[in-house]
């Protein structure tokens, strides 16, 4: 795998983030103060992550029809 | 007892030598030395048994002889048809036999000498043919026809040990063809001096053999060229030294000295034998040229192979690469979808959370409402307080204190008696 540089978006560690928030909610483990925030934080690293695979799509969409264009 | 004089003697062994040998005389004999002089042919004529010498006589060949006997074998076509050139030459030679029809001539001054009239070529060349069969026979009995035969030629023949005399022209017209073909191949031809005919033959050809023999990890094969000439000539290359050491030559040794008919013994022993020269030139360029044409066949082969291989591959990569964007496309789909439904779940969880955080809140309320003074006072309680003080205990109160009594609607006194 490539390695990322720090500051960089990860989709797996923002999935892995995800996750946690999601067991956290499941098993009632969030504070009530906390609540707001982590709902807040999911559905940025959702969109986050959205954009990710979208561009990551288009990439491979992209490279496909260069091959395509080049024989 | 008379004493002759020397000339006296001499007077007398002429006389009786005429009167007993007046007339010629067939004699066979081997030539042990042949000169020249003024187109008179003086020969040493000898006999052997077991390799010395038991009979010795000088002959001669006068030069109007030899060329009656010349004229005579050259109108013979019998002869003709097996030499391919002088004849008489031929068989004169050191170390052939020869029949010859002599006169005895004693001379009081030279001495006895045979006079040559006439020469039996056939007896010569029955010779040499039983002698060359008689070596054959040898050579096949040792095993030895096929050695030289069965070394296999290098895959190109390049470095080339040639044995010819400078002059002859089957040298020049090797050297000609071999750096003149028509495929432009180098080659590395050295020369060796050799006489090619004559009695010179056997002693030049060993020296020579055995100086390549010594180097011979330096040349791919030995031409041994001479440039036409008699059968009878020939016969000077079959000695049993010349061809068991061709025969067991360390590399292969090629002949092309020229003629036509028959084969002579070096021919039989050699790996290959051309009638020409210009034949082992174009032998040893074929030779080249198959393996030239054998790499022209790999390499269409490797071509061929490797646009198969490529095609072969570049259609496995158009898979791969089909199949790993269906796959990536695929993950993709899966991961959206994983994010719809947690994007579904985070709200749900967080608004159930806060559901749960709004019904324990609830019950507190309850709980505290159950608790709450006014309720307790509903339910018929009081509270009683001395001097401000709210009371619990009776030792809290004395006789004749004042209390203070809340109730729900309001507070009354009282004083205490007892």
Request: proline fraction near 1%; charged fraction near 25%; charge should be negative.
């Given at each position: ?20 928030i ?11 103060d ?5 709902v ?10 959205r954009e ?15 091959a395509?264009?080049?024989e | 007892?008379?004493?002759?004089s020397?000339?006296?003697l ?17 004699i ?18 000898l ?5 010395s ?28 048809s ?6 008489l ?8 036999e ?18 040559i ?6 007896y ?19 095993g030895l ?18 044995i010819?005399?400078e002059?002859a022209?089957?040298?020049?017209d090797f050297k ?7 495929y ?14 004559g ?40 000695t ?16 092309g ?23 082992v030139?174009?032998?040893i ?7 030239e044409?054998s ?5 269409n082969f ?9 095609n ?5 990569l158009?898979l ?5 964007q269906?796959?990536?496309l ?9 994010l ?28 505290i ?13 009081s ?6 003080k ?15 009594t809340q109730i ?11």
């Amino acid at each position: 795998m490539s390695k990322k540089k720090s500051g960089e978006f990860s989709y797996d560690e923002a999935m892995r983030e995800l996750q946690t928030i999601v067991n956290s909610l499941q098993h009632d483990a969030i504070k009530i103060d906390d609540l707001g925030q982590n709902v807040k934080r999911a559905s940025e690293l959702i969109k986050l992550c959205r954009e990710k695979l979208h561009q990551t799509e288009k990439e491979i969409q992209n490279l496909n029809d260069d091959a395509d264009g080049s024989e | 007892m008379k004493t002759y004089s020397l000339q006296e003697l001499n007077e007398f062994l002429r006389r009786v030598i005429a009167l007993n040998f007046n007339d010629s005389v067939w004699i066979t004999a081997e030539i042990g030395q042949i000169g020249l002089s003024r187109g008179h042919y003086y020969i040493d004529l000898l006999q052997k048994e077991e390799n010395s010498i038991i009979a010795q006589m000088s002959a001669v060949i006068w030069a109007t002889d030899y060329k009656r006997i010349q004229r005579i074998l050259g109108s013979n076509s019998v002869m003709q048809s097996l030499m391919a050139q002088d004849t008489l030459k031929g068989v004169l030679a050191e170390g052939m036999e020869i029949k010859l029809k002599g006169r005895l001539d004693f001379h009081e001054k030279f001495g006895l000498k045979i006079i040559i009239e006439d020469i039996d070529a056939t007896y010569t060349i029955g010779k040499l043919e039983l002698q060359r069969r008689q070596l054959i026979n040898d050579l096949n009995r040792k095993g030895l026809l096929a050695r030289n035969k069965n070394l296999r030629l290098p895959t190109v023949i390049q470095r080339i040990a040639v044995i010819s005399s400078e002059t002859a022209a089957g040298w020049q017209d090797f050297k000609n063809h071999i750096s003149h073909n028509d495929y432009q191949y180098a080659f590395d031809v050295q020369f060796f001096q050799s006489a090619m005919q004559g009695s010179l033959v056997e002693k030049t050809m060993m020296h020579q053999l055995d100086s390549i023999k010594i180097l011979s990890h330096l040349f791919d094969c030995v031409v041994i060229i001479r440039g036409g000439g008699s059968r009878l000539d020939l016969s000077a290359f079959d000695t049993p030294t010349i061809c068991e050491t061709i025969a067991k030559f360390p590399i292969p040794v090629f002949t092309g000295i020229g003629h036509e008919t028959d084969q002579s013994v070096i021919d039989l022993v050699a790996h290959s034998s051309l009638k020409t020269p210009t034949a082992v030139a174009d032998f040893i360029v074929a030779h080249n040229s198959r393996f030239e044409a054998s790499l022209i066949e790999i390499q269409n082969f490797i071509n061929h192979y490797v646009s198969d291989r490529l095609n072969t591959e570049r259609g496995e990569l158009q898979l791969a690469e089909n199949s790993i964007q269906s796959a990536a496309l695929y993950f993709i789909k899966n991961q959206q979808n994983m994010l719809n439904y947690i994007e579904k779940q985070v709200p749900q969880y967080a608004e159930s959370a806060v559901k749960f955080e709004n019904l324990k809140m609830k019950n507190f309320i309850n709980i505290i409402d159950l608790i709450s003074i006014e309720a307790t006072l509903k339910r018929g309680f009081s509270l009683t307080k001395v001097n401000n003080k709210y009371i619990s205990q009776l030792d809290e109160i004395k006789e004749g204190d004042i209390l203070e009594t809340q109730i729900l609607d309001g507070v009354f006194k009282s004083k205490v008696i007892n």
